[in-house]
């Protein structure tokens, strides 16, 4: 492009100035301007040289314009025509419909797991359709350890330091973990996964207290071991599955951590660890019969009371104590109608309307004259059997009830009625 770029300069730049060129009176003309003077009435023949109408004095004698057209010399597969981090190679490698094709032009396997890394980033949308064959080309290039170990540390290093990429990454490392093939001395992929992560696991103290750079980094491990411990799927001897027991332990340690150096960045990130995985954590502490979520919310409320955070900060750990206590929001399916009650079913009264009073005070089934309002509602409308919402008359002739009613208008209103008809009458007339 250096080259392409520097001819364009001496030519004058991409949009060089130049003088319009005035061909000959006798130049031949184009195609489509022979065909414009014939249909505009020029004789035969006039199209073969340039004729300029006289019309008068005050106006200048006409010219035809050529603007020259530069051809640029710059290709359109230039560097320049393409956003910043986009991969020409990786985009070419993945339109073709024969999937071995598509890492023949990769010269290493870094290049090539980088791209589908980046791909998979840019089109999470695309892991469903791609991911088998992804895993297949690895089988076919992850042959010894060294690779193994590049391929873990390229998927890590994506997954901690791109915004966003942490579930996708630790979907990732569950699929990977069970398809593929090479098992070396040294350790599988999940175990090697797992001994990366504890590397930056047993830095956490001096990571919770470094500066900011340090810190966004440890949150970003923090959040994709989050991530790992809800997608990382361990099939026991008996098919059943299970979580890592290793991660919850190490989630419980690295809470600890945050909430030791309780500063703003270091308690935003326990909260969304907290808002990611508490329910999870909770109900597998419960089944050891440990109380280890009680230990961390009595932590977060004494950050509240004595930590010097902020108020935006303290606001959010609040918020994540009372999501605690509504059972981190889930909702438990309900009791069958026979059995349920307003005290044992939490959504006996989701299915009633909800009314309002004259001053927009909402009027829902919990109130204790509930019953009887909406009772008396039901009556009323059971009084007009033949009407729809929008007013139309359903009723047929002869309807016992409509007959029955009395349409003769008050004295006061027909006087009034009759005095607006022989006005409206009179303003016709005229």
Known sequence: SGSADEQQHQAGGLFPQQEPLRPPKTAPLGTGMAEHL?????????EDKVSVLDSGPEMAEPQLAVTSVVTSKLSVKAPEF????YNQNFNENFTDSSFEDRYDGYLTLAEYVQDFLNHLTEQPGCFETEIEHFAEALNGWVTTDEALQELVELIYQQATSVPNFSYMGARLCNYLSHHLTISPQSGNFRQLLLQRC???????????KGDEATKKQFHSFVLFLAELYLNLEIKGTRGQVTRAEILQEGLRELLNALFSNPVDSNLICAVKLLKLTGSVLEDAWKEKGKNDMEEVIQRIENVVLDANCSRDVKHKLLKLVELRSSNWGRVHGTTPHTEATPENDPNYFMNEPTFYTS??????????????EYQ?????????????ENGADLSGPGDMYFDEIDDEMDPEIEEAYEKFCLESEHERKQ
Do not use: C, I, M
């Open 82 to 85: 393409y956003p910043p981090g």
């Open 359 to 372: 001053d927009g005070v909402p009027f829902t089934a919990a109130d204790p004259d509930y019953q009887e």
């Open 376 to 388: 008396e509602l039901l009556e009323r409308e059971d009084l007009f059997p033949y009407y729809e």
């Open 198 to 208: 504890r590397t930056e696991y047993e830095n956490r103290n001096e990571a919770t």
């Open 38 to 46: 014939q249909k505009t009435g020029f004789p035969p023949g006039s």
